[in-house]
């Protein structure tokens, strides 16, 4: 069974950073895709990011040119670059991996940002 682990959440104010980190229980290679969804206080889930096992980035057009994504293959470890926050990105951010068995979930992140 598959882990995800997300960590680098917090509270932040508008115009800040963060970045967050999924680390994955097997090799990130084994995935087809990672990704980042997030989810505020009574909204549906959103996608944020995605990076196939090819390296190939998406990002939603809400965070276009402030987010970026990334992965370090030695550390099995994805990460999310938040810059200039606002308070509209404040959520739960949770990363995800897809393989030919499924997907699977970490247990979210969460990130706050005031204005």
């Known amino acids: 069974q598959v882990q995800l682990v997300e960590s680098g959440g917090g509270l932040v104010q508008a115009g800040g950073s963060l970045r967050l980190s999924c680390a994955a229980s097997?090799?990130?290679?084994?995935?087809?895709?990672m990704g980042w969804y997030r989810q505020a206080t009574g909204k549906q889930r959103e996608f944020v990011a995605i990076?196939?096992?090819?390296?190939?980035?998406n990002v939603a057009d809400s965070v276009k040119g402030r987010f970026t994504i990334s992965r370090d293959t030695a550390k099995n470890t994805m990460y999310l670059e938040m810059n200039s926050l606002k308070p509209e990105d404040t959520a739960d951010y949770y990363c995800?991996?897809?393989?030919?068995?499924?997907?699977?979930w970490g247990q979210g992140t969460q990130v706050t940002v005031s204005s």
């Open positions: 995800q991996a897809v393989d030919r068995s499924g997907n699977y």
């Open positions: 097997a090799s990130i290679f084994s995935f087809n895709a």
């Open positions: 990076i196939t096992s090819g390296g190939h980035t």
